[in-house]
């Protein structure tokens, strides 16, 4: 007995019971957000710098498992689960305890009237039951490590759910147990495989089916290790168990199918995690149309969609993004199972050179090195394929070398090379007299290689011999259906591999302590407003970001005299609160040459501003910098990540452009410059039609410090606008011609 205090809850649990006829409901997810733990080290925002990994092995492999709700009554829903939860304790080898208010037995086994009543305390409590909280309370009380909840009805219903759903999160918060749901499904209880061997797949959920072509892969003979549905994320989240697979010897990639990220932060902690430890995450992120509703005053803003956010974001840390769930399996189990690549060149080899021609254009336009073969290597392969034929890459065979002894040389050659760390052969249909013996050939030399053999096996039937046997019996070789899941899988090994290559989290150099800069720019910031352009200049200064000469006059001879001091030739724009965007309200006046142009130019610009009915604070005289590249670098809030960097081609056609790149604090030198070689225009920071080269050390400099600005003033930054950045030509730093700051 777990003691009697929980009797009371006997006759609620009968009525739950009854009320829901022993079937759990299925749902939608919700993304609620986790309280930080005080334990874990903080960054300047007082985000945490590390992931906190669950130690989830009695959720997975638990001793002892309670299954409330429990049924036998034939044809009720509860009781075919309950018969699956039976069979899959006695394989992981954990007791299991019926708990069912009205039942004695259940399929032969002891049945318990509550929670209270069980004989000993558990690891993991599966709940069949329409409303869990009152039995997750319950279960807290007894320090029950793990609950499942199927149960729906929660955050997608509407407001109602969702203050369900947070009531549920709370009751499991500081208590102890660890919820997966609600409205998850038996998929962490599926029967796995345990004849397969090497590294396994490790696979995490939002919505069961879609993770069931992963798991069909045990057929093809492919590994699965886990399989976590997770639900509504009420507390468990993909972060988690992405953390905890990280962790674990047996896994050799972790695959996601999510529809939704509770939490930005711990789904980038944890992907760091995996990086750290060279585990792969390969995921289908549904929700790429999405832009988001939000209206943002800023460029910068507007450029940066919240799927957008979610790419970038994914790329920084490692995570390997696909779209189908046909490219999940094949990319996953190829990272999973091969080896770390030993060079990055692709070798293409067929037996007809139209293959080999159609499969090396897709490959390069992809972004694979085909690596041009030296002549002597060439000269070796001419040994047994005809002189007329090209091996300089792709190899063609012309076809009768694969039918006897020479077939095995060529592939060996190739495979020899240093510069080759991938074959890829594509065997467009089945041709028995070639196409066999070729498939024996590339797993033969697999078994024998350390370097990676690719299969494309193009026959839509799939039963014959030298495919089902041949070459899915191969643990060595990876087979593909597809040129275009090829091309995505290899692409994505050699990528993986090359980012975690001496991988630094950027979390390690992420500021701990407000910078003297912090304490300059907080006294600037004006809750709720915008600064006017001159405030947000100050700010920037506050950073260390160079701004024109240029002073703020309220009167036309202080504009004059300021012109002379600035030096001629200047611009003249006015400087308020509520401006944005001035040019497209005349408030912009440049080239001014003359104190009869600056008087002018005062004049009309607060008459334009009297007209506008825009208050200003006073006119800026600010000189004239004409010669560079106008760049636009800026910070916005992302609902799931928080401040994020922005940098692209600026000027007055941004938005028509829309050429620009995005990060999510913190990230290092590295990031920035990458961010800079992802641009279309990137080709304009190098110098075109005879324009010098412009100082991109300068501008990764800028970006970096808006960086620090942005994790620094994340609570108080709503966004931040540089438009136009002038990136003057190498050596001459950085000019940010105008700002916009909107405080929170």
């Not at 886990?226 to 509504?232: I, L, M, S, Y």
């Not at 799939?462 to 990876?478: H, I, K, M, P, Q």
């Not at 240029?550 to 308020?576: D, F, H, I, N």
């Amino acid at each position: 007995m777990l003691g009697s205090t929980h009797g009371t809850l006997t006759t609620d649990f009968r009525a739950r019971v009854e009320a829901c006829g022993e079937s759990p409901r299925t749902a939608v997810h919700s993304s609620a957000a986790p309280s930080a733990d005080d334990a874990v080290p903080l960054d300047v925002s007082g985000r945490p710098l590390h992931a906190d990994v669950p130690d989830l092995d009695r959720f997975f492999r638990p001793e002892s498992v309670a299954v409330i709700g429990a049924s036998d009554a034939e044809g009720r829903p509860n009781a075919g689960i309950t018969r699956q939860l039976i069979a899959w304790a006695e394989r992981v080898g954990a007791r299991i305890h019926p708990v069912h208010p009205t039942r004695p037995t259940v399929f032969g086994l002891t049945c318990h009237a509550s929670v209270a009543d069980l004989p000993e305390q558990v690891d993991l409590a599966v709940l069949l039951v329409a409303d869990p909280l009152p039995v997750i309370e319950e279960l807290a009380e007894t320090k029950v490590k793990f609950a499942v909840a199927f149960a729906s009805g929660f955050a997608e219903t509407g407001d109602a759910g969702a203050a369900a759903q947070e009531r549920l999160g709370a009751a499991v918060r500081g208590s102890g147990l660890r919820l997966l749901g609600p409205n998850t499904n038996l998929n962490a209880f599926e029967k796995f495989r345990e004849d397969l061997d090497g590294p396994a797949i490790a696979l995490i959920t939002q919505s069961g089916h879609q993770g069931r072509p992963v798991y069909t892969l045990q057929e093809l003979g492919i590994r699965l290790s886990h399989w976590a549905p997770t639900g509504n994320e009420a507390d468990l989240e993909t972060s988690d168990f992405i953390s905890y697979f990280a962790e674990r010897p047996e896994v050799g990639a972790i695959a996601c199918y999510v529809e939704g990220l509770k939490d930005g932060r711990s789904f980038l902690l944890a992907a760091d995690r995996a990086a750290r430890n060279g585990v792969p995450v390969v995921a289908v992120k549904v929700g790429r149309t999405e832009t988001g509703a939000r209206m943002a005053a800023s460029h910068t803003g507007k450029l940066t969609g919240a799927d957008t956010v979610v790419d970038a974001a994914m790329r920084q840390f490692g995570v390997i993004r696909v779209d189908g769930l046909d490219e999940l399996q094949d990319t996953a189990a190829l990272l999973a199972r091969a080896r770390r690549p030993r060079a990055d060149g692709v070798v293409v080899y067929s037996i007809s050179g139209g293959t080999g021609a159609h499969f090396s254009d897709l490959a390069t336009e992809a972004g694979l090195t085909l690596p041009t073969l030296s002549q002597a290597k060439q000269d070796e392969l001419h040994q047994w394929i005809p002189d007329y034929l090209n091996v300089a890459n792709p190899v063609d065979n012309g076809g009768h070398p694969v039918g006897d002894w020479r077939g095995r040389k060529i592939i060996d050659a190739i495979l020899a090379d240093p510069e080759v760390g991938v074959l890829i052969c594509p065997i467009t249909g089945p041709f028995p007299p070639m196409s066999d013996k070729l498939a024996q050939d590339l797993v033969d030399a697999a078994e024998q290689s350390d370097k990676l053999i690719c299969v494309i096996w193009g026959s839509p039937v799939g039963t014959e011999d030298a495919y089902r046997t041949t070459l899915l019996g191969s643990s060595r070789v990876a087979t593909f259906r597809t040129f275009g899941n090829c091309i995505t899988a290899v692409r994505a090994y050699l990528g993986h591999h090359r980012f975690t290559t001496g991988y630094r989290s950027p979390f390690e150099d992420a500021p701990r302590t407000p910078s003297p800069s912090y304490r300059k720019a907080q006294a600037l910031m004006r809750p709720s407003q915008q600064l006017s352009e001159h405030a947000a200049k100050q700010l920037l200064r506050a950073y260390g970001i160079r701004v024109p000469r240029e002073q703020l006059v309220t009167s036309a001879a202080a504009a004059v005299r300021a012109a002379g001091l600035v030096g001629y030739p200047v611009v003249m724009k006015a400087s308020g609160p509520q401006l944005g965007h001035k040019t497209e309200l005349g408030l912009v006046k440049i080239g001014l040459t003359s104190a009869s142009q600056i008087r002018d130019a005062y004049r009309e610009l607060t008459d334009i501003a009297r007209y506008e009915n825009v208050p200003l604070d006073g006119i800026l005289v600010c000189q004239m910098v004409e010669r560079g590249v106008e760049m636009v670098v800026g910070v916005t809030q992302d609902d799931l990540f928080g401040p994020t960097v922005t940098v692209g081609l600026g000027g007055v056609l941004v938005e028509v452009l829309h050429d620009a790149a995005v990060r999510v604090p913190p990230f290092g030198e590295d990031q920035a410059r990458a961010m800079l070689r992802e641009l279309r225009g990137h080709a304009l920071l190098e110098g075109v039609r005879g324009a010098p080269p412009a100082d991109v050390d300068a501008l990764v400099e800028v970006v970096l410090r808006i960086q620090r600005m942005a994790l620094e003033l994340g609570d108080e930054l709503s966004e931040l606008d540089i438009n136009p950045l002038m990136v003057l030509p190498r050596g001459q730093g950085a000019v940010a011609l105008d700002a916009l700051a909107i405080c929170r």
